[in-house]
């Protein structure tokens, strides 16, 4: 059958597909829009199960907060090549994905995917792109947290950002300040006594392998050795917890003194920081 311009146009618009995916499913559906809209999602479908495999190593990561600066969402939208994630398209939709977290504030990922966009998902959503970009698109970080205060920081190049809540107002300098430093340096936890202690049997076994491979210590008892380890620890929480960490726009103090000479009663509540490069 003849397929008008004006139906692939129409069809276009409602789906966001190219216009030669339209005209072709228009074509399979026998000029039915709703069959071939169908049709359009079912390819995507197909394009992202030949693409699960794929790494999304770029893309773009967004943090966004509410007008009162007490809630706010950090999510990562990701695909396979700088070209697409630098596509005003893909932007768009990284936004739009950043709009929707940010308004319906789904608890984790699985409630993002699940939230409804006009008439689709944001998996299905997503699901389509990968399917009109033939590049895999993917969700592969999604967070949200309250707090008195949040200040956020988002990387020049969009691939890393933070969100990061206060026990109370601070001035928009300091929390750019210490999202900033989040962003740079990348701490494990907010104290030592909030660090996982999977990180801590970690580093405790790095540092034993380590200990065992002197010479000094061959022979040595298991005791001494683990007494060693834990030793090493103090300057792991100095390089990796936030408020131990050396501020890094002074150079001097900890992060913990800087925040105190703002406001001697404010402290850092909680963040969240990603990167697409980690």
Same mark, same amino acid.
């Given at each position: 059958?003849?397929?008008?311009?004006?139906?692939?146009?129409?069809?276009?618009?409602?789906?966001?597909?190219?216009?030669?995916? &339209? #005209?072709?499913?228009?074509?399979?559906?026998?000029?039915?829009?709703?069959?071939?809209?169908?049709?359009?999602?079912?390819?995507?479908?197909?394009?992202?199960?030949?693409?699960?495999?794929?790494? $999304? $190593?770029?893309?773009? =990561?967004?943090?966004?907060?509410?007008?009162? &600066?007490?809630?706010? !969402?950090? =999510?990562?939208?990701?695909?396979?090549?700088?070209?697409?994630?630098?596509?005003?398209?893909? *932007?768009?939709? +990284?936004?739009?994905?950043?709009?929707?977290?940010?308004? =319906?504030?789904? +608890?984790?990922?699985?409630?993002?995917?699940?939230?409804? $966009?006009?008439?689709?998902?944001?998996?299905?959503?997503?699901?389509? *792109?990968?399917?009109?970009?033939?590049?895999?698109?993917? !969700?592969?970080?999604?967070?949200?947290? @309250?707090?008195?205060?949040?200040? &956020?920081?988002?990387? $020049?190049?969009?691939?890393?950002?933070? !969100?990061?809540?206060?026990?109370?107002?601070?001035?928009?300098?300091?929390?750019?300040?210490?999202?900033?430093?989040?962003?740079?340096?990348?701490?494990?936890?907010?104290?030592?006594?909030? &660090?996982?202690?999977? =990180?801590?049997?970690?580093?405790?076994?790095?540092?034993?392998?380590?200990?065992?491979?002197?010479? #000094?210590?061959?022979?040595?008892?298991?005791?001494?050795?683990?007494?060693?380890?834990?030793?090493?620890?103090?300057?792991?929480?100095? @390089?990796?917890?936030?408020?131990?960490?050396?501020?890094?726009?002074?150079?001097?103090?900890?992060?913990?003194?800087?925040?105190?000479?703002?406001?001697?009663? +404010?402290?850092?509540?909680?963040?969240?920081?990603?990167?697409?490069?980690?």
């Amino acid at each position: 059958m003849e397929i008008k311009a004006a139906d692939v146009a129409k069809l276009r618009q409602m789906t966001g597909a190219g216009m030669m995916d &339209c #005209k072709n499913a228009l074509v399979e559906a026998a000029g039915d829009f709703d069959r071939a809209q169908e049709i359009i999602r079912e390819k995507g479908k197909l394009v992202a199960a030949k693409r699960a495999d794929r790494e $999304t $190593t770029e893309g773009a =990561v967004i943090a966004k907060i509410s007008a009162d &600066c007490k809630k706010a !969402i950090l =999510v990562s939208l990701g695909c396979e090549t700088d070209f697409v994630a630098k596509n005003a398209e893909f *932007q768009a939709l +990284a936004n739009s994905i950043a709009d929707t977290a940010l308004a =319906v504030f789904p +608890a984790d990922k699985n409630g993002l995917m699940a939230t409804r $966009t006009g008439d689709i998902t944001i998996e299905e959503l997503i699901t389509q *792109q990968t399917g009109k970009s033939g590049e895999k698109h993917a !969700i592969p970080y999604y967070a949200a947290i @309250e707090a008195n205060y949040i200040a &956020c920081y988002i990387h $020049t190049n969009s691939k890393v950002a933070t !969100i990061v809540g206060f026990n109370k107002e601070v001035s928009n300098e300091a929390g750019k300040d210490i999202a900033m430093q989040i962003t740079a340096m990348a701490p494990v936890s907010l104290s030592k006594s909030d &660090c996982p202690q999977e =990180v801590i049997e970690k580093e405790l076994e790095i540092y034993r392998e380590q200990i065992k491979q002197d010479p #000094k210590m061959a022979g040595k008892p298991d005791e001494m050795i683990n007494k060693i380890a834990e030793g090493k620890l103090g300057k792991f929480f100095k @390089e990796n917890t936030l408020e131990e960490q050396i501020f890094v726009k002074d150079g001097k103090i900890s992060v913990s003194d800087y925040l105190k000479a703002v406001d001697a009663e +404010a402290k850092v509540t909680a963040f969240r920081r990603f990167s697409l490069n980690d």
